[in-house]
């Protein structure tokens, strides 16, 4: 192999090392880098350009200088270097931008303390504004997973099977409208602060669903993007561990990511929960999620709904078999949950728990009640429930066509493959 050859070499492992010490970094510090820099300039659509500016340069510099040892603080001072740059040239510099401006000229970049351990309210105040009530949830669990969680537009249109470009659409119509409404780069006062917690937990709770049983596509389990969600609410708790809901949302998921590595077959099929090998749940997310429920239980203001959906899928981690559940205790949780959360999908999965508490008969009269009120119209969980109910009563046949339905109803192959082999094994007549 000839010089120039080795030298081409070496210089692309470089290059391929710095990329993926860029992604790391961002990946991890994402957040508080774009927080920082929306603090700094005031300006939260500026601030997440300034930092993709500051990753190019990274990606330019890094395999010729290396990886600098506070790799966040560099991508910061950058990104501050480049908006005071940007300010000089609109000739708006002022005093406190010339002293700025001396201070980041005098830093060194490789020393300068940046503790990535250390949270700050900048995080924050960086989740509300992407789950700003001006925004569409759609732009909300866009712009949370771009800034917040720090994926590439490419990851969050590959999770939520969109083309690129009407991601990037997204992200780019909702800085505008931020920018419109002028929203503030603060934490909101105590008569908003309950209703934004509870869009910010909403977003994180429909990314970590569709990671969990993916609403469309060839996979059941999106174990990448539940575990994102995951992530960001493990944040989110420390960064308010004043609010019980915040912990019960992080118990439900660490309860519901368990059973992951359970819930797959060798081939990618679906493994549901009465046919699970319980011994390779994770032991671990089940003691992390049982801190975490007793984490908002400490604070004495009583479980809100994520909270109760974290009790209930605690009862089935606790549990050695389908049999030995506490169903009763499920059924009473339900129907807390319903009284506090009123929902039709509450309602269904109320009736699943008293199917096996009691029986198939006590449980299809209220299946039979939601299908009369046309609640869950189109959904394909209702026909779905109401088939295993039938069959367990022998009903055959109207199992086999609920079941059917159920299976034309849903977007998901993978689900539509277990609805489809449920209803070919029920016997005839």
Same mark, same amino acid.
């Given at each position: ?11 692309? %492992? ?9 992604? #790391? ?6 957040? =508080? ?44 001072? /950058? ?10 040239? +609109? ?12 201070? *980041? ?61 009407? /991601? ?5 119509? #909702? ?43 060839? %996979? ?10 995951? +992530? *960001? ?16 949302? /992080? ?11 359970? %819930? ?22 089940? #003691? =992390? ?56 999908? /509450?309602?269904?999965? =109320? ?9 198939? &008969? ?29 069959? +367990?009563?022998? %009903? ?10 159920? &299976? ?11 609805? +489809? ?9």
């Amino acid at each position: 192999m000839s010089d120039t050859t080795d030298a081409a070499v070496r210089a692309s %492992r470089a290059a391929a090392s710095a990329r993926r010490s860029v992604e #790391a970094v961002w990946r991890i510090e994402s957040a =508080r880098i774009v927080a920082t820099l929306t603090r700094f300039t005031g300006d939260f659509a500026a601030a997440e350009d300034l930092a993709q500016d500051a990753l190019a340069a990274a990606l330019e510099q890094w395999p010729r200088d290396g990886v600098p040892a506070n790799a966040g603080a560099w991508l910061v001072a /950058v990104a501050q270097r480049r908006a005071i740059d940007g300010w000089r040239r +609109r000739e708006r510099l002022d005093e406190r931008y010339a002293a700025i401006a001396r201070e *980041l000229e005098s830093a060194d970049l490789d020393t300068e303390p940046y503790d990535p351990d250390e949270i700050d309210d900048d995080v924050l105040r960086l989740v509300f504004i992407a789950c700003h009530p001006a925004l569409s949830r759609e732009a909300q669990i866009a712009l949370t997973l771009r800034v917040v969680g720090g994926l590439t537009t490419e990851e969050i249109a590959r999770a939520f099977f969109l083309p690129v470009a009407t /991601v990037q659409q997204r992200i780019v119509r #909702a800085k505008k409208t931020l920018a419109a409404v002028k929203a503030p780069f603060e934490v909101p006062g105590r008569e908003e602060f309950a209703e934004r917690m509870g869009t910010v937990l909403s977003v994180l709770y429909l990314v970590f669903n569709e990671g969990h049983v993916a609403s469309s596509g060839e %996979r059941w389990l999106r174990a990448d993007l539940a575990h994102e969600a995951l +992530r *960001l609410g493990r944040v989110l708790a420390e960064l308010a561990p004043r609010e019980p809901e915040v912990h019960g949302l /992080v118990a439900l998921m660490e309860f519901t990511a368990a059973r992951f590595p359970a %819930r797959l077959g060798p081939d990618g099929e679906p493994v549901l929960l009465d046919r699970q090998d319980r011994t390779r749940w994770d032991r671990q997310l089940i #003691a =992390r999620g049982r801190a975490a429920l007793a984490r908002a239980d400490a604070l004495g203001r009583g479980r809100g709904a994520y909270a109760l959906q974290a009790a209930i899928a605690e009862c089935h981690d606790v549990a050695t078999s389908v049999e030995s559940t506490d169903w009763e205790r499920i059924v009473l949780l339900y129907e807390a949950l319903a009284r506090l959360a009123p929902s039709p999908v /509450v309602e269904l999965n =109320r009736a699943v728990a008293v199917a096996m508490a009691t029986g198939p &008969a006590s449980a299809l009269p209220i299946v039979d009640e939601l299908d009369r009120s046309g609640a869950l119209a189109g959904s394909h969980l209702l026909p779905s429930v109401r088939g295993e109910l039938l069959a +367990r009563l022998g %009903r055959n046949a109207e199992a086999r066509a609920a079941l059917e339905e159920a &299976a034309r109803r849903t977007a998901n192959e993978r689900e539509r493959d277990v609805l +489809r082999a449920k209803a070919a094994a029920l016997p005839e007549g």
